[in-house]
Structure formats: structure tokens, C-alpha cells
């Protein structure tokens, strides 16, 4: 099969089209013929030779896509062969043919497009893990929502203001992406490029801070994420763009405030973690309003490429002006 491979770690220009061997399902886990994947900032890092992929997964790149059923193991039940579906792996998915294990995948809705579909599972099951599985988000809350135009931060806006956040405040780099965070259901949007968001976020609550951060960029907001959390605040740390040791470290006010202040991931649990939570999601509807197509939560997909222009993809990620999700087709998959 052919197969998006890295000649070496490095910037964009090391990602090419080349040959790879097919993977054989086995047990519980079906074979899909990609149609789309999409991209996440952690194949920038494995790119780059700093996150290596977890133990037994393919080396190639990608974790979500959407395709339909080639082969299944001998342990399958709930696939046939030419099922539409879309899927979670912990590596792999920037490929003609990837394998995905049976319960961490799903059935297209047919309301859904292959690129729409590549779009969810990364990045709603992150968000709603942060939200509820580790940040134990209620209802009546204040949240902020660090890097609110990205993926995970525009499922996490409406995520959270399904569940009943009282108020969700959101990060953001351009005035532009602050409009469209407000337009799905973000209660104030932040230029932290204009403004000093500590400063915001002290006025919008009455000094009283949020109950709940949700952070991507590490070191540079250290500081003042543990000033903007409220008394028995949490946060949950996602990554670290900016880095990943803090210049300062106040301790007195983590003691202080009683704040609780966790790291979560994602691809390097177990599959019988991913599993549930992937059964939650269904449980609590969230994927059923994609199939009905209420309106009630929303797919924003930003740009779509080829993968034969993989490398101006990836380069389109790090130039931090999406809204929403990048996905790719693969388009000699006919």
C-alpha cells in the first residue's frame, strides 16, 4: 500500500509518499480502506522525532479516519465488509489501509461525509475526556478553554455548553477566530495577542476565578492559569506549546486555593479506557446529533487536502490559522 512515511525527524519537507506493507487485522480489529484522515499537532510532534508512538503501534503517522471496511479478524461482530465507518487507532491512519481495533470504531452516519466523519474521533473524544472524564466538569460551572479555535477547543465550547457550563470563556489568537468562538456558543473570547486574558478572566468573574482550565500551552500560562482558577479549581494540562517547564512555580497558591492540577492524554491509554470512553460518548448522545443533524452540536471542518499535498497540510497546521479541523483524502483510493 502507499502510505505518508517521514525520511527523517524533521519540518514538513521530510514527509513523503512512499510504499509501505499492508497490516493484516487480527482478533477483534477490522482493516478500513481510508478515504480521509486527519491532523492533529501530535503528528507535528512524532514528525519531529518528540513523541514517539505508544508500544506496538504502527510508526506511521495518524490516529483518526474514515473509510470503509476492507478485511476483518476472526473475533469481528459488528462489521461487515463495505461498512462506512470512521475510527480511533494509535497510529497508522496516514495510509491507504489502516487497522482500527472493533470497539474504538464507528458506523458512518449517512448524513456525515468521509471528511466530516475523519474529523471526530481524536478530537471530540479528547475534548469530552478533559471536560468530564478528568476535569469532572458540572453543570452551573465556569470554564476556560485555552486555544478555543482549535479542534479540540470547538468541540470542548459546545461540549461544555451542552452539559449546562454556566459560562465558557475561551483563548484565541485573532479577532476573527474570537467572533467565530462566540458564534458556537462561547460565552466571551479572548485575543490573547491584544489582551492580557488573566486581567479578562479576573474581571468576568468578580475575582473569583473559573472552577476549570483547560490548557494546551504550558509555560507561558502557567502563571496565570493557577491565578485565574477559583477556589478547588481544576485544570487539566493537554500539552505544552509554548513548553514544558514553567519559569516559576508559586506553590503557596496551588496550597492555598486547593487547586487540583492533572495531565491527561489520550492515545497511550489501554484500549479498554478508550473503549469506554467512547461508549460514554454514545451513551450520552453526543454522536447522535451528527447522525440526525440538529445543529445542536457542530462538525467544522476548515480545509481539506490532498494527500499528495500533505506537506503544505501539515505546514497549513502549524501556521495557527485554522478554525477547526485539517483533513486530508486520499484520493487514489477509488
Known amino acids: 500500500m502507499r502510505a505518508v512515511l517521514v525520511k527523517q525527524s524533521g519540518d514538513a519537507s521530510q514527509l513523503y509518499l512512499g510504499e509501505h506493507e499492508t497490516p493484516v487485522p487480527k482478533g477483534t480489529q477490522i482493516l478500513v480502506k481510508v478515504k480521509c484522515f486527519a491532523l492533529n499537532r501530535m503528528d ?20 483518526e479516519v474514515s473509510g470503509t471496511v476492507e ?3 476472526e473475533k469481528v461482530s459488528q462489521f461487515k465488509l463495505g461498512d462506512e465507518v470512521f475510527g480511533l487507532m494509535p497510529g497508522g491512519g496516514y495510509a491507504q489501509y489502516a487497522v482500527i481495533e472493533e470497539s474504538l470504531a464507528m458506523h458512518k452516519p449517512e448524513k456525515l461525509s468521509f471528511e466530516e466523519a475523519a474529523a471526530i474521533p481524536e478530537t471530540w473524544f479528547t475534548a469530552y475526556q ?75 468573574t468578580d475575582k473569583k476565578g473559573v472552577q476549570l482550565i483547560i490548557d494546551v500551552i504550558g509555560k507561558d500560562y502557567w502563571e496565570q492559569n493557577v491565578s ?21 512555580v508559586d506553590l503557596s497558591t496551588i ?52 494527500w499528495e ?19 486530508v483524502r486520499v484520493t487514489d483510493n477509488q
Not at 153 to 181: M, W
Not at 309 to 327: C, F, P, R, T, W
Open 44 to 63: 507535528i510532534n512524532q514528525r519531529q522525532g518528540t513523541y514517539p508512538p505508544p508500544p506496538g503501534a504502527s510508526h506511521i503517522l495518524g490516529v
Open 309 to 327: 499535498d500533505i506537506i503544505e497540510a501539515h505546514k497549513y497546521l502549524e501556521s495557527n490559522q485554522s478554525m477547526g479541523k485539517i483533513v
Open 228 to 248: 485565574s482558577l477559583a477556589l478547588d479549581g481544576r485544570m487539566v494540562i493537554l500539552a505544552f506549546m509554548s513548553g514544558k517547564v514553567a519559569d516559576q
Open 130 to 204: 478533559a471536560l468530564f472524564f478528568v476535569g469532572e466538569l458540572e453543570k452551573g460551572e465556569d470554564v476556560l478553554i485555552h486555544a478555543g479555535a482549535s479542534g479540540v477547543g470547538i468541540a470542548a465550547i459546545q461540549l461544555a455548553k451542552d452539559r449546562g457550563a454556566r459560562n465558557v470563556y475561551v483563548t484565541v489568537g485573532s479577532d476573527e477566530k474570537a467572533k467565530f468562538c462566540e458564534s458556537i456558543g462561547a460565552t466571551k473570547a479572548i485575543n490573547y495577542k491584544t489582551q492580557k486574558w488573566g486581567e479578562v478572566i479576573n474581571e468576568l
Open 255 to 306: 496550597l492555598r486555593k486547593r487547586l487540583t492540577i492533572r495531565g491527561s492524554n489520550l492515545r497511550a491509554r489501554t484500549v479498554e479506557y478508550q473503549t469506554k470512553l467512547r461508549n460514554e460518548i454514545y451513551n450520552n448522545a453526543v454522536l447522535s446529533h451528527f447522525a440526525k443533524g440538529d445543529g445542536k452540536l457542530k462538525l467544522f471542518v476548515d480545509k481539506v487536502f490532498q
Open 71 to 73: 478485511a476483518i479478524g
